[in-house]
């Protein structure tokens, strides 16, 4: 999913919201480097930074794990609009796509000597 998707996603389930582009691609950044360093890597080099002129720039989540994105922009839209009930309905769904991919990323890329053998 291509940051102009994530955005138009979220436009899609938060159609009256007033937040720019500039605003959501700064809500992304912040997803993708806490996702890069707290699963990808663990470590600070390499964080993936995009401006609004990227929009046709590949998030990190590939599918069909992307649907997070949408789902998080909205949480953050909900928050900012101090919207209580709504935003805790987007961040538990957020984080249940989170947690999918966080678990399916860990299984693939852990290596082999760290594999529990039951």
């Known amino acids: 999913m291509t940051i102009t998707q994530a955005i138009a996603g979220v436009d899609a389930l938060r159609p009256a919201n007033p937040y720019t582009a500039a605003q959501k691609t700064a809500w992304l950044n912040s997803l993708d480097g806490r996702l890069y360093l707290g699963v990808v890597c663990g470590a600070e080099e390499g964080t993936p930074v995009y401006t609004e002129a990227e929009g046709n720039v590949e998030l990190l989540v590939p599918p069909p ?54």
């Open 65 to 118: 794990f992307d649907g997070l994105y949408p789902v998080y922009l909205a949480a953050q839209i909900d928050f900012a609009d101090t919207e209580w009930d709504a935003y805790a309905a987007s961040s538990r769904m957020f984080n249940e796509l989170c947690g999918e991919y966080a678990r399916y990323y860990l299984r693939k890329n852990r290596p082999a000597s760290s594999r529990v053998i039951l």
